[in-house]
């Protein structure tokens, strides 16, 4: 559109979205799709995982596990039958990003699912849908039809001895089954709450079988890295963090929605860049990265870079990649209360920590916020959200007070203003 | 004799009730049978059963008697049943209205006025958040993100989003739910 948009890529993911009809194979077909597979079905398998693991890409679903080494684990291992399961549980607020691919590009994803499958020897694999998402449902279901017919799903795919089933399965309403043991529960028809780990899923997933799981759009971009090779994909972005990532950019921005962005670019320059900024002049409060689950950043560190490592250096993550705007009129404590609320509502009730842990700082985030807290309330919130982090039983509870956790560091302020004996004690403890 | 007339059309219009109340467990029962059927006996169909069955059923919900017959046809106890039911969000173990209207309540709605929608949706439709309207076709909920943060504040109303909601847009598609009936 303009020089304004010049960090935006459109040639590796997103290349398809609005372009062509999602309902229709032979518009993916025509635009260049399913030569991968072509492609991948004369490979072995450790050339497609060697391609995978040149291209240096990490997971998008938010843990950012390299996915050659995943793909790798599955390939070696000499227990059968192996199951493949893409997460499409998007439920972290403030992610959309693969609902984006799920509805527009439903091929692409598709694409990258056989042909890990076809790669590691699958012979079955589940695309687990929030229960949500009934648009994105439906594509999948016509997409999984249409790719049956063309023979690229079912028996012998391209005319070889390769086969492999695909069966969407719907979520009914938990942000948990987002975590990959929890998802693997929901697939076998049981109340998603996770298992004990180790051993991973690579080792033992859904039936106690290893299992290939891994994002839409971590799956949407196999296409790309066999079409181009996996070194054409880590030329793109830093030496720390290959290939683009797709942005959730919502909250108070004049133009929120998806962009894809190759890693390096600064959070501010998504915001105002490709965001327009906030509306009415208002300037910014804060800003989410990830989710709910993610840290709150202050306007005054919008020019960290999205990068893992770089990230990971200043102890917080990317997640999933959404970035959520807050602007200047709203209170810090009413936005952590929500956010807490989110997490109270959605634990699934498995370990202490985290059960009990969400509903105390609800409660002395609420005590803090109208102003009757001390410096001990101050104290014992630290210390429980340490106590989540350290000996919650999987990542939900571990994640759950980072905002808290980060706003206790970047808006310390905002604490002592509400804290009475705040500045009296402080010193001395 | 008048007070035996009276006490006639009681017991008439009893048997009549309870046949058709009956008729009505009957064909429920049916349906739920066909839905097992077509999914499939193991404990993994599940969670797939008890979705498609409940968008059968008007007032949303898994009544007492769905839950036995679940566990009895697929060889599970009633309580893991139950325990699953309500472990998910999209189930309900009481009747609710034929359109539940779910308002997202997470940050990006919340920072671009989904407060307002919720007040709005209470004043239109005359109830409080987690009621259901006294004619049965609406159930005002919660619900978190629904996906929909690029056109927030958003809404969900059965299966269908709604996205940049308003009082003028809220009021239209309110009032097309209840034309549609």
């Given amino acids: 559109m303009n020089s304004n948009n010049n960090i935006l890529i459109k040639t590796v993911i997103t290349k398809n979205i609005g372009k062509i009809n999602p309902n229709s194979i032979d518009d993916y077909i025509n635009a260049g799709g399913y030569k991968a597979l072509q492609k991948a079905v004369k490979m072995t398998g450790v050339q497609i995982v060697d391609q995978v693991k040149a291209s240096n890409l990490k997971g998008r679903g938010g843990a950012g596990f390299p996915t050659g080494i995943k793909m790798e684990a599955v390939l070696n291992t000499d227990v059968t039958p192996k199951y493949l399961v893409c997460n499409a549980d998007e439920g972290e607020p403030g992610n959309f990003k693969d609902k984006l691919l799920l509805e527009n590009d439903p091929h692409q994803m598709l694409e990258g699912i056989i042909i890990a499958a076809v790669a590691l020897n699958i012979q079955k694999g589940y695309i687990y849908i929030r229960g949500e998402y009934n648009k994105a449902i439906e594509i999948i279901n016509l997409a999984i039809e249409q790719a049956t017919k063309k023979g690229f799903v079912g028996k012998n795919i391209c005319s070889t001895n390769f086969s492999l089933d695909l069966e969407v399965r719907s979520g009914a309403g938990a942000y948990i089954c987002g975590e990959e043991f929890a998802l693997i529960e929901s697939i076998e028809g049981k109340s998603g709450r996770p298992r004990n780990k180790p051993p991973f899923p690579t080792v033992s997933g859904v039936n106690s079988k290893p299992t290939l799981i891994n994002n839409v759009e971590t799956f949407s971009v196999l296409p790309f890295i066999i079409n181009e090779g996996g070194k054409v994909y880590a030329e793109i972005g830093t030496a720390t963090s290959s290939g683009t990532k797709l942005i959730s950019l919502s909250g108070n921005v004049k133009n929120p929605g998806v962009y894809e962005v190759p890693f390096g670019v600064t959070v501010g320059q998504v915001i105002e860049q490709l965001g327009g900024g906030v509306p009415n002049n208002l300037k910014i409060k804060m800003v989410q990265l990830g989710g709910a689950s993610g840290p709150i950043i202050p306007p005054s560190m919008l020019d960290i870079k999205l990068d893992y490592k770089e990230m990971a250096d200043l102890g917080i993550s990317m997640g999933s990649g959404a970035i959520i705007v807050i602007d200047e009129r709203f209170e810090m404590f009413d936005i952590i209360k929500k956010i807490m609320n989110f997490f109270r509502h959605e634990s699934c009730g498995k370990c202490t920590p985290c059960r009990e842990g969400n509903r105390q700082i609800l409660k002395l985030i609420s005590k803090i916020d109208n102003g009757t807290a001390t410096i001990k309330d101050l104290k014992l919130l630290e210390t429980l959200c340490s106590v989540m982090v350290s000996t919650s039983f999987c990542g939900l509870g571990q994640a759950a007070p980072t905002a808290v956790i980060t706003t206790l560091k970047y808006f310390t302020e905002e604490y002592a203003n509400k804290i009475k004996d705040y500045s009296l004690q402080s010193k001395s403890v | ?181």
């Fill in chain 2, 1 to 181: 004799m008048r007070k035996g007339i009276i006490a006639l059309f009681i017991v008439i219009f009893l048997t009549i009730y309870h046949k058709k109340i009956k008729l009505r467990e009957e064909t429920f029962t049916m349906q739920l049978l066909q839905v097992i059927e077509k999914h499939g006996r193991t404990p993994e169909d599940l969670l797939n059963i008890l979705l498609e069955y409940q968008d059968t059923v008007k007032t949303n919900y898994l009544s007492e008697q769905d839950i036995k017959l679940v566990a009895t046809e697929l060889n599970i106890p009633e309580n893991k049943v139950y325990s699953t039911i309500s472990f998910y969000s999209l189930f309900s173990t009481t009747p609710r209205g034929k359109y539940i209207i779910q308002v997202c309540s997470d940050v990006p709605c919340y920072v671009n006025n989904s407060v307002n929608i919720v007040n709005e949706l209470e004043a239109m439709l005359n109830i409080k958040m987690g009621q259901t309207t006294s004619d049965g076709l609406f159930t005002l909920e919660f619900t978190s993100c629904i996906g929909c943060c690029d056109i927030a504040p958003a809404i969900r109303i059965g299966k269908e989003l709604y996205g940049n909601m308003n009082k003028e847009n809220l009021q239209k598609i309110i009032s097309e739910y209840r034309r549609k009936k």
